[in-house]
């Protein structure tokens, strides 16, 4: 069992670039969207789970997956595997009524095999921008069967959301926030477009300091000079963090703005990046590290 | 098994140095290990489904009591743990084989196609088409549609056992120490490549990727074992055919020419079959290292080196082996699985490592 | 009948063999005889077709190049100087190799038993069940003769005689086996074989030859019968070394022995 424990270890400095996907499509599932048995649900996706407990709906839960870490309570459910991994007799094997799973969860064999199980099979569109939250509060709600419950939880992540995002709008100056996702062997690897970071860097009142691609990608020195960043934007909790020294010793990151004043940020993976329930307050606070008392109430 | 009770069984009916009788013997227990492998691999998972119950509802048609359960019960057995144990005796049999003829072929026991490149080239060659198989290569996939991929890592594959070949063999002679090097060159040289590709990849690929990589059997399914089953049965089914021939190299390719063999023949084929089977099998299970070296090794000290037996043993157990494996890496951490190449490569290493302390000073490097 | 005519080797670039002209004969034992590095090897491996060369070399008639391997195996067995083995065989098993071509021509179902034959005709009685990487050089050499002998066991299959040819057989063997060995070869002579034989010992060679040919510096220095060959001239210039040639008796089979260096 310790070796499967660092195993994950090992995988998760990947679990980062992974877990924000670049969306093209939204589709809620094929046929099904509303289980006919919701009592015993499998939820694969951080954000999926979260939901679940924020609608109070959690008794239903009979398994997870590895990115369920948040609340504390998710993590005593049986853990199916990274949700990139899936084993299809492993989530079969809890006995799920439906299955509830992040758009995304794979490998597309399992999913294939999973969707051909007599076990209603649901995804879940991940779209990295305020309506996409409110969209998946109220896709899981329907698939419960507790819809009224889930506008309620959609109508309140909304406002939270709103007043979060109008924190940053009387901010004339703009900082450039540069996401690093991972410094592995002295390259950096930065987020573009159509990424959870981007999402999340555009709502808390920033701009990704990246144009011009989407994803995750290595940058080159150069291409960090002339980004120009304000801030480095970094996230904890999936593998080893990246160190502030290392960082900064790279002669190009030293050369921009955040390297002169040394600026850089650190938030919890999940909470920073998983576009559910909590993220109103995420903005929040990656708004008030980034701009302090400038972030009105 | 221990030598010693195999070679009771064989040699009291036989010749002396004739180990024909106890190879047969061993091939038979082999056949039994494998028939409890699959059965082992059928009836174990993470979920509580009991292949047996659902093989002999399906052959009687009894209805069960519970449809849902049943349904589902079904679904596992026929498709999860059925492709999957097939797959598993595809893959662990291709390897093991393809292990002992290179073995043979390079006249050496610590070739293997993992080790000296053949797979790190089959899996550049996957691995292009996974990026790159809507730009640059789309005519490729366009051609060949799912053949695309096992193709690529086919002649990933054949590129570099043909290039080793030629840097290694002089004057027909083939160089240990030189295939060794050069082997680690080139797959230093591939994965440098496939580093180069996944740059280039989007987190769509990369995820294909990682999964592919670490080298697991969770991917088997019905059509992909009708894409690449053939040509893994191809490749092996003509290996038998070239045992004689290894026999022979053992001598060197000078005696083994003067003894009748067409020894340009028989190491094209070999060298085309070998890169056929690891490339279909890496294309869809990825890399799976240890059991091409480990299990011909086993077998070389319980059957000898006759590859005319030696060959189907290895099949035999290779198939067992990685089957037991992946039953060990679908129940371990359950209901989640671990790629089968880290319990093989945890199983295989330290394995090796004794293969090489034994033979210290008897291995010519 | 093996007929070689003007057959010319170049190794790398450089001509180790050039023009030599060679016959042997089915019933003889012909001995190819010269100091080292005269070419002797060479060519023998370009009689066997080891060796690409330029010239004609002919079996029983018909032109080697277009011969496939198991043709070519079926008329004749090479015994190389040394084989390095790759795997662990038993003695047994090195044998029955040379029964890979089937055509070793005794009676089917006999063959079973040949490789016991072939160990005991070289000396190697109950060692079968040993491991051939465990042997001595001497004995691993006639563990190799027997195979060869497996391979073509009858001299004459079909009509057509069979050759051997042998690299140094006898190199490492004490004085008892080189004679066993010797016996064996001229044994295949007299039953209607043929044999080639690269040789180091003049006098072994002058006791079992019927025919010598003395390679120089990749030259036919000299070829015929020993009585013929053997002389002081010759052998001082080929050999650079003083010689002395004896008879015993006097005009029969020629006896050397070696004074000092030139």
Redesign the interface.
Known sequence: MRFALNFRAALAPMLGVLLAVATQTAKAGEGTVVFSDSSRIASIGGSITEIVYALGEEGRLVARDSTSTYPEAAAKLPDVGYMRALSPEGVLSVNPTGILALQGSGPKEAVDVLKKSSVPFIEVPDHFNHKGILEKIRIVGKALGVEAKAERLAAETDAKLTSAEKQTASIKDRKRVLFVLSTQGGKILAAGSDTAADGIIKLAGAVNAIEGFSGYKGMTDEAIVSAKPDVILTMKGGGPPISEEELFANPAVASTPAGTNRKMIGMWGGYLLGFGPRTAEAIHDLAVSLYGNQVTD | MSEQSIAGAGRAMTAEGDRSARARFVIALLCLALALSVFLSLTSGASDASAVRVIRDSVTGAIPADAALAARDQLIVYDIRMPRALLGVLIGAALAICGAVMQGLFRNPLADPGLIGVSAGSSLGAVAIIVLGTTWLAPVTLAFGTLALPLAAFFGGLAVTLLLYAIATRQGRTSVATMLLAGIAISALAMALTGVLIFMADDRQLRDLTFWQLGSLAGATWPKIGTVGPVIILAQAAMPFLSRGLNALALGEATAGHLGIPVQRLKYAAIVGVSAAVGASVAVSGGIGFVGIVVPHVLRLAIGPDNRYLLPASALLGASLLLLADSVARTIVAPAELPIGIVTAIAGAPFFLWILLRKRGIVDL | MIEARDISVA?AGKRIVSHVDFAARPGEVSAIVGPNGSGKTTLL?AL???LAYTGTVTLNGRDLASM???????L???L?QA????????????VR??L??GRSGVLPGEDTRLP?RALARVDLD?F???FYQELSGGEQQRVQLARVLC?VWAPVLEGRPRYLFLDEPVSSLDVKHQLIIMNIARDFARRGGGVVAILHDLNLTAMYADRIFVLSRGQLAAAGAPVDVLNDELIEKVFDCRLKVGALPEGSMPFVLPQSAA
Do not use: H, N
């Open positions: 190794i491996k066997t077709g080891e496939k391997p198991v043709e070519a195996a079926t004749r067995a090479v190389p084989t390095a083995l790759s795997f662990p065989f038993t003695v047994r098993e090195i190799l040379g890979i071509g016991e109950g079968a069940g040993r391979q």
